[in-house]
């Protein structure tokens, strides 16, 4: 038995989020979606897709937090295809505020570690007791 698959035609993959977004679609009011995941290219909302019929264009609005302030976007974008409970959509005009947010989002910086200074001793990882530390001192 021979298996098909669909080809996936992503350039960025996709990666699971859950965040509040509202869609607006001309000549309709606002109405709440949640994004369930996301690529650089675009994302998947979960929401009313009778709202979407016919849609040509759709502005995205979301928020994301940084440590200092929030950021608010409004993107242009189009359905690629209706799926279940929600629409993919995919990202009309790139943008670089909205890339770098993205990137932030999908792949947060790791935590920043702290080294020790170039000329500090190598610790052997448990604590000195003061005998040792006298003792490591006279065979310097």
Same mark, same amino acid.
């Given at each position: 038995m021979t298996r098909t698959t669909q080809a996936d035609n992503r350039w960025s993959p996709r990666? @699971?989020?859950?965040l509040d977004v509202t869609l607006h679609v001309p000549g309709q009011f606002p *109405?709440? $979606?949640?994004?369930?995941? +996301?690529s650089l290219g675009g994302l998947f909302v979960?929401?009313?897709t009778a709202r979407l019929a016919g849609a040509v264009e759709i502005y995205i609005? *979301?928020?994301?937090?940084n440590k200092t302030k929030p950021h608010q976007y409004r993107? @242009?974008?189009h359905s690629s295809r209706l799926h279940g409970n929600g629409v993919?959509? +995919? *990202?009309s005009v790139p943008d670089i505020r909205l890339t770098q947010a993205l990137r932030q989002l999908l792949y947060p910086a790791p935590a920043l570690v702290r080294l020790p200074a170039p000329d500090a001793p190598l610790?052997? $990882?448990q604590p000195e007791s003061e005998s040792t530390h006298t003792t490591s001192r006279l065979k310097l």
């Amino acid at each position: 038995m021979t298996r098909t698959t669909q080809a996936d035609n992503r350039w960025s993959p996709r990666e @699971p989020v859950t965040l509040d977004v509202t869609l607006h679609v001309p000549g309709q009011f606002p *109405f709440p $979606g949640m994004i369930r995941n +996301v690529s650089l290219g675009g994302l998947f909302v979960e929401t009313d897709t009778a709202r979407l019929a016919g849609a040509v264009e759709i502005y995205i609005a *979301f928020s994301t937090h940084n440590k200092t302030k929030p950021h608010q976007y409004r993107v @242009p974008a189009h359905s690629s295809r209706l799926h279940g409970n929600g629409v993919v959509l +995919v *990202f009309s005009v790139p943008d670089i505020r909205l890339t770098q947010a993205l990137r932030q989002l999908l792949y947060p910086a790791p935590a920043l570690v702290r080294l020790p200074a170039p000329d500090a001793p190598l610790s052997s $990882g448990q604590p000195e007791s003061e005998s040792t530390h006298t003792t490591s001192r006279l065979k310097l």
